[in-house]
């Protein structure tokens, strides 16, 4: 693997997330992937990184995973709209939660359909279908996330305990953790 030999020799650190394939670069390893939201000790020292090949799903569930797909985008569609309610407000730390999380439901939608090889033209049709035109009113808005999140939450479970492939399992177990600092994270809000 090629360092840049500034970058070695430096108080920086490089990881790389096992779960979404991310690099990061910082001083310290943060408590989460930023991109993909998976507990901090999935990012690895990259010498120590393994990428996760080719996974084993039958028609069931994938069916299961384009609607997990479906589900992230909606969620996600839905912290986006709420992100433009709170820049127009000015609301710094609902904006940073707001960016974190639909960051977080892209990258999990991305990764599912990585997953299922679902070609481009199919994931930008699922995009469109999820606009998001639920209410903005913040106690509204915040009580249909989490009911939003928790069933995110089941369906990983499922998926989790109902695969036959380990690498599946893996990353919906890392998911339904993202899902539920998620939760935990919109509480924050009320």
Request: charged content about 35%; hydrophobic content about 35%; aromatic content about 6%.
């Amino acid at each position: 693997m090629f360092l840049d030999e500034s970058t070695k020799n430096s108080s920086w650190n490089i990881y790389r997330c096992q779960v979404c394939d991310h690099v990061y670069l910082g001083n310290e390893k943060p408590d989460v992937c930023p991109h993909c939201g998976s507990n901090g000790s999935e990012l690895k020292d990259p010498e120590l990184w393994e990428e996760i090949t080719e996974v084993a799903i039958n028609d069931d569930m994938e069916d299961k995973l384009k609607l997990a797909i479906k589900m992230e985008l909606e969620d996600m569609n839905r912290y986006e709209a709420m992100l433009e309610e709170c820049e127009e407000r000015k609301e710094l730390r609902n904006i940073a939660i707001m960016r974190r999380i639909s960051s977080h439901e892209d990258e999990h939608a991305e990764l599912i359909a990585d997953l299922i090889e679902m070609d481009e033209e199919q994931f930008e049709e699922l995009e469109e279908e999820a606009e998001y035109k639920g209410s903005l009113e913040l106690n509204e808005f915040l009580a249909h996330s989490i009911k939003k999140e928790l069933e995110a939450i089941e369906l990983y479970e499922y998926i989790s305990m109902n695969t036959n492939d380990p690498n599946v399992e893996y990353i919906f177990t890392n998911l339904i953790d993202a899902e539920q600092e998620h939760r935990k994270i919109i509480e924050t809000m009320k």
